[in-house]
């Protein structure tokens, strides 16, 4: 079985790049399940109703988000969908899931976001705590378990990596939209990549207009972000799991 996770969509771009070549991606890499971020869908900061019904017209499985996920107010009219997931250690009574359990080639996949503590600026519950809590409580229940960890500092994640090693299916870090060549199988059998990239305008600051973000770092007066035009990447990853024992056999980078 094929799960493909697909890097922070940026903006509009970002959609369109993956309206572009989710179809020929799925049927080259032989995709049963898809996970995309989308907390930058809305022009770089949260998730619009419009952003969320095209997301999910690309047969999308799952669609997780961020620190982001409050960005438009629009989200409180579909944050019970189960399609959608927001970081599931956000305080108690937070509206929304964490998690959510899904069935796709006869296989219960569990997929869970979480957000992290280091440099993201956002009062959370514990993300490993967190993670543990929800593993006891399902782990009989569920086949696979996907983590969504989206984090800032590169040794957060690879903590969690191992905190989790062989307890889930697989550990990929979102957030710093840049593309890490670490994809490894952990020793007890979990797949891990610090980050899988972000699908948006190619020549930017991590998805932002160029001059807009220099102008920041060169005065460090504020200056509004906005979204970088012209040609755009896809990153994302494809998990190759066993389906005798659902541990991940490869793990193959996508950059296009």
Not at 8 to 33: A, H, V, Y
Not at 51 to 78: E, P, S
Not at 92 to 97: A, I, R, T
Request: charged share 25%.
């Amino acid at each position: 079985m094929k799960i493909l996770a697909v890097g922070d969509l940026i903006g509009s771009s970002g959609i369109k790049e993956l309206k572009k070549r989710i179809t020929s991606i799925k049927q080259k890499e032989e995709i049963d399940f898809v996970i995309v971020n989308g907390e930058n869908s809305a022009e770089g900061m949260g998730i619009t109703t419009q952003n969320f019904n095209d997301i999910l017209a690309l047969n999308v499985d799952v669609i997780t988000m961020g620190n982001h996920t409050w960005g438009k107010k629009d989200i409180f009219k579909f944050i019970d969908h189960p399609q959608l997931i927001r970081p599931a250690n956000y305080p108690k009574g937070v509206v929304g899931k964490g998690y959510n359990i899904y069935e796709c080639q006869n296989k219960k996949i569990a997929v869970i976001n979480l957000i992290g503590r280091v440099d993201i600026n956002i009062l959370t519950e514990n993300p490993f705590l967190k993670a543990k809590e929800i593993i006891e409580e399902i782990h009989n229940k569920v086949d696979m378990i996907f983590v969504d960890f989206h984090a800032e500092a590169t040794a957060e994640k690879i903590a969690m990596g191992y905190y989790l090693d062989g307890t889930v299916t697989a550990v990929f870090g979102t957030h710093t939209h840049v593309q890490t060549a670490d994809e490894k199988i952990l020793p007890k059998g979990t797949g891990y990549i610090t980050d899988i990239g972000m699908t948006g305008p190619k020549h930017s600051v991590i998805g932002m207009d160029i001059e807009a973000s220099l102008k920041r770092f060169e005065t460090t007066l504020p200056e509004r972000y906005k979204i970088a035009t012209g040609e755009c990447i896809f990153n994302g990853v494809v998990f190759n799991v066993d389906d005798t024992n659902n541990k991940v056999k490869s793990i193959k980078r996508l950059y296009l």
